[in-house]
């Protein structure tokens, strides 16, 4: 061997040698932190740069956009600072070249992301993000906002805000085959609710039927009053798990989105509030697409770091459907066999069973309807600000020169109504009918109803109010969960909210009234006593 071989042989050693340390390296760390992650589902990302791959969990993950939209492809997501070599170097190596334009100017700019949703060991979705660059990043020491951090029950937490912007997204996600006659049951969500109302929901596919219980449900539109028809929304929220068939339709329709040439796939829903005893309302849906869905983690702050709270991961999904029905079912028993066109008088009194109000103070509503009365207890009653007055204003022409005019004129009563889902069939139908003409023109004054409200303390009537000729403006059912807490907790409560406008409008003040009331002494008067002039025969007056 001459001195030149020996030569090259060295110098591919050590270009070897370099090549192999340069890019050669491959780590796998999977930070395992004692998070409280309700429902046991952590992201765990895996980053395939081209230096090596490195795994590791983020208790808190938000897709940017709406999945099904496909309108781009961003991600954020937070954790404790902690070993990861090669996503801080990537993140250094953005800040120094952030004003370079070249598309591959360091060995760190672009690379791919799995997201897997793992639960209990095992992955539920995944979701393959490609050609992702760090958009922008940050540490920050997350605190309680009010000095409560510096206390050792409350504490700190010093973590990694990254902003992720790619080029695609794929759900990688197992189609499952199932029989159409099939019913999938995914049982109890193992939250709780008030009164123990409950939200279940009744996909109908073409390949089968989910039926799934959602600890969130929202009437998004259908009720709202309109000069045309209101299409219908509605949208659920739940810890993220795996619905085979749903989530094929999710898949399908980011397939389709923006496509003129391929329709989305569609379904019915039956949508049904029980406390596992009764189902006292109901909406089905018909013709439904998915409109929206989203991934994305729930916290507050530094609670979920600090072991005060925790996270959750959910699911948001929200859905269009050309139509919906509602279900009444108790409306019908209370009629009986009379015909729709007889005139009845129905009386239905129901008292709201969750009670913790200041002094012990209670809101009942009577509703007089054309065909009965029923009473309501509400949890939350809230009028209009009753001396609110409206102004129009006629601005001069510049072609007429004039002066402004301002007229004030009184604006309608209104009143909010709101409680857990009830039994309350009359004021259901009567929502249900003002739905049924929905956008026909001259039908404000059709369907009108009187609403007296009596706010009472025990069986005191303290202030109550006459609201006269009023029609329903929007009716929707809601749950509104605070951040992460209520999933923590395990509290949930689904409400009716009843909003209506009125043309009459009267206050009571029965205290007052009876400052007033002059009681009489309970005496006999001399009208009273029999007439001595006018005895029988044999007695006389002297």
């Known amino acids: 061997m001459t001195y030149k071989n020996a030569k090259n042989i060295a110098i591919f050693s050590i270009v070897a ?7 050669g390296f491959s780590n796998s760390y999977a930070e395992e932190g004692n998070y409280k992650m309700v429902g046991g589902v952590m992201p765990e990302l895996t980053f395939n740069f081209r230096e090596g791959t490195e795994t590791l969990q983020f208790p ?23 070993h990861s070599p090669l996503l801080h170097k990537a993140m250094d190596e953005a800040y120094i070249y952030r004003y370079s334009n070249a598309a591959f100017d360091h060995q760190f700019k672009y690379f791919d992301v799995d997201a897997n949703f793992v639960k209990e060991g095992e992955s539920i979705i995944l979701l393959d993000y490609n050609n992702c660059r760090i958009d922008n990043y940050q540490v920050e020491t997350l605190d309680s906002n009010d000095y409560e951090s510096y206390h050792k029950e409350v504490g700190f937490a010093i973590v990694d805000k990254i902003d992720f912007v790619c080029s695609g997204l794929k759900s990688n996600n197992d189609s499952t085959h199932t029989n159409p006659r ?10 709780k609710f008030a009164n123990g109302m409950k939200t279940f929901v009744t996909f109908s596919f073409n390949e089968g039927k989910e039926k799934i219980q959602f600890p969130v449900f929202n009437l998004v539109s259908g009720y709202a009053e309109s000069g045309r028809n209101v299409k219908a929304e509605f949208s659920v929220e739940g810890v993220l798990d795996y619905y085979p068939i749903l989530q094929k339709k999710i898949d399908n329709a980011r397939k389709v989105s923006g496509l003129t040439s391929q329709s989305n796939d569609d379904f019915n829903a039956l949508v049904e509030f029980s406390n596992g005893e ?33 996270f959750v991961t959910v699911h948001q999904l929200g859905f269009e459907c050309s139509g919906i029905k509602s279900l ?28 913790n109000t200041d002094k012990g103070l209670s809101a009942f509503a009577t509703f007089t309807f054309d065909d009965g009365v029923e009473t309501v207890e509400f949890s939350m009653f809230k009028q209009s600000e ?23 004129k009184a604006s309608y009563p209104t009143l909010e109504l709101r409680g857990i889902v009830g039994d309350y069939p009359l004021l259901y139908n009567h929502v249900d009918d003002a739905l049924s003409i929905q956008g026909v023109i001259g039908t404000n004054n059709r369907n009108l109803v009187d609403i007296d409200v009596k706010i009472v303390s025990g069986n005191e009537e303290i202030r109550g109010f006459n609201y006269s000729n009023c029609r329903s403006t929007d009716y929707v059912v809601s749950t509104e969960p605070n951040k992460e807490e209520s999933y923590v907790k395990n509290k949930f409560a689904l409400e009716n909210i009843f909003d209506f406008e009125c043309q009459g409008y009267h206050p009571n003040n029965p205290m007052y009234d009876a400052m007033f009331v002059v009681e009489k002494a309970k005496t006999t008067s001399s009208s009273d006593l029999r007439k001595t002039d006018d005895w029988a025969k044999g007695f006389y007056v002297e």
């Open 60 to 82: 808190v993950f938000t897709m940017g956009e709406n999945f099904v939209d496909d309108s781009g492809v961003s991600f954020s997501v937070e954790g404790t600072v902690t």
């Open 278 to 310: 009764k189902t006292y309302r109901g909406f089905d849906f018909s013709s439904c697409h998915v409109e929206d869905a989203k991934i994305t983690t729930l916290t507050d702050k530094e609670e979920g770091f600090t072991g005060k709270s925790g």
């Open 386 to 408: 009753v001396l609110s007055a409206t102004e129009d204003v006629f601005l001069q022409d510049k072609d007429n020169p004039a002066p402004s005019e301002f007229t004030r």
């Open 17 to 23: 040698l370099f090549t192999v340390t340069a890019f």
């Open 182 to 191: 099939t019913l999938i049951d995914h049982g109890d969500s193992g939250f």
């Open 328 to 355: 009444n079912m108790h409306y019908d028993k209370l009629r009986g066999d009379t015909p729709s066109w007889k005139s009845i008088d129905i009386v239905h009194e129901y008292q709201e069973p969750l009670q």
